[in-house]
Every structure is written in C-alpha cells, then in structure tokens.
C-alpha cells in the first residue's frame, strides 16, 4: 500500500473511531446549559449521557456481524447517516424526552465507526503491521478526549450549546463523504448470503469459545480500567488535592495523553525487530511497575511531581499494550473480524463504565485511593495474562 494511500486510509478510520467519543467528550462542559435549557433535572440531563453510553456498547454488537455479511462501507455508511440525523435533530427540538433518545440513536450510529474501523484493519494487513496501524489510529483518536472539551468550551462561550451538535452535524456529513468516497470494501458481499440470527449466534459463540481471545481482550479490558479510573477521578485529585487550576489540568491531561502517544510510537518501531507478543507483555510487566509505584508514592509521600511522574509512566504503558493486544485479538478471527471486533468494544466499553462507577461509588477524589483502584485493575489484568499465557500455547 502506497505511503500517501496508507495515511489517508489511517486519518479516515481515526475519524470513524473518534466521531462517537467526540460527541461526548464535547457534549461535557454543556450539560449544565442543557439543563437550563430544558428547564429539566440534572438527572434527566445526565439520562443523556447515560443513554449515549448504553447505545454506545450495545450497537458495537449490531453493526458487527452486519459488517461480515454485508460488507464495511454499507453499514458504517447507514451508522454515519443516523449518526448526522440524530445530531441536526437534537439543535432543533425542544424536549428533554425527545432529546435523550435522539442521544441514544446518534450513539447507535456512532458506534458503527468504531466497531468497522477495527474490521478495516484486520482485513488489510496481517498481526504485526496491524499493530502499528492500530497504535497511529490510537494516536490520532487520542486527540479527541484531549481536544474536544476544551473546544467545547471554547464553543460555549461564544454560543449555545446547540452549536456543539452543529460541529458534530458538520464532521458527521464530512465523515460520511470520505467513507463513501476514499474508503474501498474491504469484504466482498455474497449476493445469496443474507443475515440470519443463527449464524450471527454461532460466531459470537466462536468468538467466546475462543480462549486466547478472551484473554487479550479482558487482560487489555482491565489495563485500560485503570486509564479510565483515572479520567474519572483525576480531575478531583489535582484539582481539590493538590489545587491546580482547570487550565493546569487540562494541560496536565495533554501530557499525560502524551505519554500514551509517546510509547504508542515507540511500540511500532520495536514490533519490527521484536514479537508484538514479547512487547505485550513488558507493556504489562512495566505498568504493574509503576503503578506500584504509584500507590506508594501516594501513600507514604504526598508529592506532586513524584505522583504525576508515576501516573504518567502508568498511562504510557499503555502504548505497549492496547495496539499490540487489539492487533493480535483481532488476528484471530480474520474470517469475522467484524463479530471479533463487537466483542471487544463491547467488552472494553462495558467494564470502563462499571470501573468509572466504582471509582464514584468508592469516592477516590484522593491520590492513595484512586492509585489503589489503578492498581488493582493493573494487577488483575497481569493475572489474566499471565495466568493464560502460562497455560495457553500461542500461536500467530
């Protein structure tokens, strides 16, 4: 594939992964105006986001299967199409009720990128070129939880909150031109192959029979329990414990981000000359390190810098570890990458909003209890791992 094509190719399925968490992530800084907006309940307001998120790892279990029988292009095509109607609907009505099922279709198109994009990927290239295909798309995705509250907030403060729908509106119909325009069929369609909920059962039943698969996917579920921990109980942590401003965390955020991108990079340059397989597992071995660290920094010194040093190699190890296990999951199963591909999202989605709320229900707005947290969810993952790897003889 040539070089020009190949970047393209990875810029649009960055954007297919990123348009769904775009929309939430922007949404953020708005819920307050929502409310007074709709002159409704902070509860009903969050029933928005809450509905987004149930729509969001639900659909990744739809469009999967649909993208093995009928192809990539039409059914994220039909995802991206919901998605845009959905987001010019929510600027024009006037009722919360309405409003939070329109939240719930556009995350049931959104989820379509991001469940395709993956399948994309595994139908192009083989395990170890994958791993560096999925670390740019990472990278660049990654710029959207960076990003878009702080363009959000930007937004707000020169117009309404309807303005964020508009932007997503406006990347919702730019996306749909480029997977309509720039993006190949990667499956060939079988015109007497039709959708039956038998055979739909059956692969999702060989997906989760499939012990090395369930390995990577809830050993790299839960290391990246401990990024989303941390998203979720951070900001209290610099912000209330060890007072930054929100500009400061904010930049503090991006660096840590940058740590991910960091390694992410790193990892693709190794993965020529070493096994993603051997990189998987320093990856797994160096975050238990340092989030080790981590909890006893917090518990015996409360210091900034020596805490934001630890929780900036924690959330960088996971450069060595979300492309190379997504890579060789999804090697797994070339032949119904979209069905592999559902489960994983799915999988991953579920158990970061059930780790997100445990880190509330926990109250870990403290740097020993949120490390902790951390730690565990890094602890079991290297269980998982290693548990399988010792039983499990791998094969590519």
């Given at each position: 594939m040539k070089s020009f094509r190949k970047i393209w190719l990875i810029f649009i399925l960055a954007l297919m992964s990123s348009i769904a968490p775009l929309s939430t992530d922007m949404y953020l800084p708005a819920l307050s105006q929502v409310q007074i907006s709709f002159n409704t309940s902070s509860f009903l307001t969050q029933l928005s986001l809450a509905s987004f998120f149930s729509a969001f790892a639900l659909g990744q279990l739809i469009y999967g299967p649909l993208s093995d029988v009928f192809g990539r292009k039409k059914p994220a095509l039909i995802g991206i199409s919901l998605f845009i109607i959905s987001s010019f609907l929510c600027i024009v009505i006037d009722n919360i009720y309405v409003f939070i099922a329109l939240r719930f279709v556009e995350a049931l198109g959104g989820c379509a990128g991001v469940v395709i994009a993956r399948a994309i990927v595994n139908d192009l290239f083989d395990t170890q070129e994958a791993v560096g295909i999925f670390a740019l798309m990472m990278v660049v995705s990654s710029l959207a939880p960076m990003l878009s509250p702080t363009f959000g907030g930007i937004l707000l403060e020169y117009f309404s909150w309807h303005s964020i729908f508009a932007c997503l509106f406006i990347l919702g119909v730019i996306l749909f031109f480029m997977i309509a325009f720039g993006l190949k069929e990667t499956v060939r369609h079988n015109a007497r192959q039709s959708f039956s909920y038998r055979d739909t059962a059956i692969k999702y039943g060989s997906v989760f029979k499939d012990k090395q698969f369930i390995i990577f996917i809830f050993s790299a579920a839960f290391a990246l329990g401990a990024m989303f921990a941390y998203i979720t109980g951070s900001s209290f942590?610099?912000?209330?414990?060890?007072?930054?401003?929100?500009?400061?965390?904010?930049?503090?955020?991006?660096?840590?981000?940058?740590?991910?991108?960091?390694?992410?990079?790193?990892?693709?340059?190794?993965?020529?000359?070493?096994?993603?397989?051997?990189?998987?597992?320093?990856?797994?071995?160096?975050?238990?390190?340092?989030?080790?660290?981590?909890?006893?920094?917090?518990?015996?010194?409360?210091?900034?810098?020596?805490?934001?040093?630890?929780?900036?190699?924690?959330?960088?190890?996971?450069?060595?570890?979300?492309?190379?296990?997504?890579?060789?999951?999804?090697?797994?199963?070339?032949?119904?990458?979209?069905?592999?591909?559902?489960?994983?999202?799915?999988?991953?989605?579920?158990?970061?909003?059930?780790?997100?709320?445990?880190?509330?229900?926990?109250?870990?707005?403290?740097?020993?209890?949120?490390?902790?947290?951390?730690?565990?969810?890094?602890?079991?993952?290297?269980?998982?791992?290693?548990?399988?790897?010792?039983?499990?003889?791998?094969s590519h």
């Open positions: 942590v610099f912000i209330q414990v060890f007072g930054l401003s929100k500009q400061q965390y904010a930049m503090l955020f991006g660096i840590n981000a940058l740590g991910f991108v960091i390694l992410a990079n790193v990892n693709v340059r190794l993965v020529k000359k070493i096994s993603c397989k051997k990189m998987l597992s320093l990856g797994f071995i160096l975050m238990l390190i340092a989030v080790f660290l981590l909890v006893v920094s917090s518990f015996f010194i409360s210091n900034f810098w020596l805490f934001e040093t630890c929780l900036f190699l924690s959330i960088a190890c996971l450069g060595f570890i979300a492309p190379n296990t997504t890579a060789l999951a999804m090697a797994r199963f070339k032949n119904i990458a979209g069905t592999a591909s559902a489960v994983l999202g799915t999988t991953q989605f579920a158990l970061a909003g059930f780790i997100s709320f445990m880190v509330g229900l926990l109250n870990a707005n403290t740097p020993f209890v949120l490390a902790f947290v951390m730690f565990v969810c890094v602890v079991i993952a290297n269980l998982i791992y290693y548990s399988g790897f010792m039983k499990a003889n791998y």
